[in-house]
């Protein structure tokens, strides 16, 4: 900077030290603050649903198959096809799907944004999207930029030759980096795998709830764990990680398989000639990462994860060649020109290799990753893999079926898919709900709730642990269908299980006798509780109620990975299964970000479940009221009272009256944080006032019935 005038610059415009840097320790609301809907330059009026409606499906379709044919000068195709890019595109979008919060994925075309736009392992899927952008011009906002990225790879498996399961728009695009996603603890790329796992050698160690093994990749190691070539320990990294995406063996040998069915690995350079990933690359570089410095740095000479060759003979074609490459020959590891580890075949004819990218004269090794092998040394993926090769068609349809899945997850139920190439088949991996009825009586079901002597607590507790495993991530979880009765959440700790049987013993005959689903009963015995606690109040209110929920059955519920939503704390019900590392409070901000909520929606909550006397097991920390079951403002004007001091007494705190000393309360720390957090308690200030007494019960009622209506789709 010598020689240059100085020039005042107050605006923080640069990644220098944030407040989060100068104190680490504090609790960073930043995650819930990314609701704002400020950021959207679409606005508040734009239905991406009613965009779609005028969208010439076919003409778009059309469009794609014409790029992915036509290769352009400024990043030539791979043998004049793209169908290796853009599947690419999607499968690296999609692929960072997790199952245990439901975050990644390709949902919100966040691969736009950082951290994922410069992954060493998303390497020129910032090509991919620059090659989309005439279609997505063209289009404008009647296809969202994650739907056409999603589009782009289903429509390259079309091109080359597979009969895809399907297809279904309805993403939505966000437009700032996401928050809430913790991706890892690592501060370098590629760090060894270690430090994600108890044991690296016992890849069920992972830290949950990571699934990819090193920072900055999608799945595994192409070249082994920490780089070092072993396939009998990738196969055991690469069964957990899909395991974790929501992939089962068979899935995970068809996505690999098919995966290396077109397309090719790009290793023909040197790394150190690479400019900087698109994050960090100079503005003449205009977000484009990863470009040659030295040399072409296209067509042959592309350098990406730095193993180099296809894995097939026919790149651009779907077909077994696949199959036929790993388990015609015997490999040995050689070096890629980039330096890294590859297996190539022992012995293979020239017209079994495939040609060169750009001169179909040149033949080249082919290559296979370790994870490949994997696929030939692990038996259990062996024998799928003999099952597909003796039986193409269903290897077709396994991996057509499997590419639905990755690209869909994280979609939610099949009522959020739109356009017309949406498969008419339910699949238990979207949760499926019937429809409920709607044409009863609510009034007269509502008296029948309030009669049944079931409590306040009893009846908002059942509502809340109902509609709490909802988590806007990937859409799944929630009140509907009533999943709470079934396994295995009927016996989740979180859910008191012998509570829950009491109340649903009553809730239910009550239900079959009014014609409405248990799920919209339950639903509205929690409404029923905070009318009650309104009115103790002196309030007047009447919490809003959508009936249609219907019931699911256990025919439509994959338990086993509902597992992943059990609840391991809910600082709304000032609860958490076992003592963590990670703080109740930062535990209470997740929830409350997978539900959607802003942090004022947090703060209102709280101080009305406390108010209702509607902790885990009756405990009565942060019950700060001696009108429990009454919806006031209590908690916040005991909270923020100067009458009153604070103090740690073991795994709690107690409250007590500064003059006398005498404890009037306890609580927990996520009790206390809505007074000691200078934000929230910015936000408990204004309960407090004498004026927001009905705006406090107003705000309450709203972010309850938006938990409760989180998952009505059919309402949008």
Known sequence: MSGKCPVMHGGNTAASKSNTDWWPCALNLDILHQHDTKTNPLGEDFNYREALETLDVEALKADLRELITQSQEWWPADWGSYVGMFARVAWHAAGSYRLADGRGGGGTGNQRFAPLNSWPDNANTDKGRRLLWPI????????SWADLMILSGTMAYEVAGLKTFGFAFGREDIWHPEKDTYWGAEKEWLAPSDGRYGDVAKPDTMHNPLAAVQMGLIYVNPEGV????????????VRETFKRMAMNDEETVALTAGGHTIGKCHGNGTPSDLSPEPEAAGPELQGLGWMKTKGRGIGRDTLVSGIEGAWTKNPTQWDMGYFEMLFGHEWELKKSPAGAWQWEPVDIKEEDMPVDVEDPSIRCMPIMTDADMAMKV????????????????????????AWFKLTHRDMGPKVRYAGPDVPQEDLIWQDPVPAGPADYDVDALKARIAASGLSISDMVNTAWDSARTYRGSDMRGGAN??????????????????????????????????????????????NVGIEQAIKAAGLRATVPFAPGRGDATDEMTDAESFEALEPLADGFRNWQKDAYVVSPEEMLLDRTQLLGLTAAEMTALIGGMRVLGTNHA???????????????????????????????????????????????????????????????????????????????????IAAWTKVMNADRFDLA
């Open 136 to 143: 997505k011009k063209k289009y404008g906002n009647k296809v």
């Open 618 to 700: 009756g405990t009565q920390h942060g019950v700060f009221t001696e009108r429990e079951g009454a919806l006031t403002n209590d908690f916040f004007v005991n909270l923020v009272d100067m009458a009153n001091t604070w103090h740690p007494a073991g795994d709690h705190y107690e409250i007590r009256d500064r003059q006398t000393g005498q404890v009037k309360w306890t609580a927990s720390r996520v009790d206390l944080v809505f007074g000691s957090n200078s934000i929230l308690r910015a936000y408990a200030e204004i309960y407090a006032q004498d004026d927001h007494v009905e705006k406090f019960a107003s705000d309450f």
């Open 378 to 401: 692990d038996p259990i993926y062996n024998e799928i893999c003999q099952r597909f090769m003796a039986d193409p068609a269903y290897f077709d349809d396994v991996f057509a079926r």
């Open 481 to 526: 269908g009533a999943r709470i009765r079934l396994a295995p959440q009927n016996q989740w700790e979180g859910n008191e299980p012998e509570r829950l049987a009491r109340v649903l013993a009553v809730l239910e005959p009550i239900a079959q006798e009014s014609g409405a689903s248990l799920a919209d009963t339950i639903v509205l015995a929690g």
């Open 226 to 237: 920490n780089g070092q070539p072993d396939p009998f320990k990738t196969a055991a990294q």
